[in-house]
């Protein structure tokens, strides 16, 4: 059973249209839930951690918020440059490890 | 700005032959992980590391597989008895805490021929 979904698979936007990608998770005891940009051919990297339902954090045109079941990231008039893959990541209670998303590739037509 | 480093970034092996991958962390880190990604795939956890010690491994994880600490800066990851399904890119990341804001490298590209 997928413990952290996430949705879209792909979204192509134009660029300056604003969109939001979600990740639901169905894991207790939630610890910590993470956002990663994936370049092709890379290594994750790190966006934003949140903890708690309600939580917020913002980073030029992206914002990640947290509900008790999901996580939104915003995308404000995104650029070419924001093409990527973006990876959402949950640490709960019952595991010691950090488990992973199938991701949503976003692609920002100029 | 530190980053995690992977050597090789590359690697070609036949079936059923060792490799060793090669990772050096983030120097002041102290939990070290090995994650993969089969071509398509969602990224997924291998093992973590503290203290010398392996913390957690999942069911991938098995006797084929080692991590080891070899000296002060390294972190490698052995995989003995190579399989053709063991072809993947292979993540070492880093964090200064355990299971919080992992810096990964860029990831060695492993084919098992």
């Known amino acids: 059973e997928d413990q952290v979904t996430q949705s879209p698979e792909a979204l192509r936007l134009q660029e300056g249209e604003s969109s939001s990608l979600n990740c639901s998770y169905t894991?207790?005891?939630?610890?910590?839930l993470f956002w990663y940009r994936q370049d092709p051919g890379k290594g994750p990297e790190f966006l934003f951690t949140?903890?708690?339902a309600g939580e917020e954090k913002e980073k030029e045109r992206l914002k990640a918020t947290l509900t008790k079941k999901e996580s939104f990231l915003h995308i404000t008039a995104p650029k070419p440059e924001d093409s990527a893959t973006y990876l959402c990541?949950?640490?709960?209670?019952?595991?010691?490890?950090?488990?992973f998303g199938s991701g949503t590739r976003l692609s920002i037509r100029p | 700005e530190p980053e995690v480093t992977q050597t090789p970034s590359h690697q070609v092996t036949q079936m059923g032959q060792e490799v060793i991958l090669r990772c050096v962390p983030i120097?002041?880190?102290?939990?070290f992980y090995w994650y993969r990604q089969i071509l398509g795939q969602k990224v997924e956890f291998l093992v973590s590391?503290?203290?010398?010690?392996?913390?957690?491994k999942s069911e991938i994880f098995d006797d084929q597989f080692s991590v080891e600490r070899p000296d002060g800066s390294n972190f490698t990851l052995k995989i003995r008895s190579t399989k053709l399904e063991d072809s993947a890119m292979y993540f070492c990341?880093?964090?200064?805490?355990?299971?919080?804001?992992?810096?990964f490298g860029s990831g060695t590209q492993l084919s098992v021929l």
């Open positions: 990341a880093s964090s200064g805490q355990r299971n919080e804001k992992l810096f």
């Open positions: 894991v207790s005891g939630l610890r910590g």
């Open positions: 949140l903890y708690s």
């Open positions: 990541a949950v640490h709960y209670s019952s595991a010691s490890k950090i488990i």
């Open positions: 120097s002041n880190h102290l939990y």
């Open positions: 590391f503290y203290n010398n010690e392996i913390s957690e």
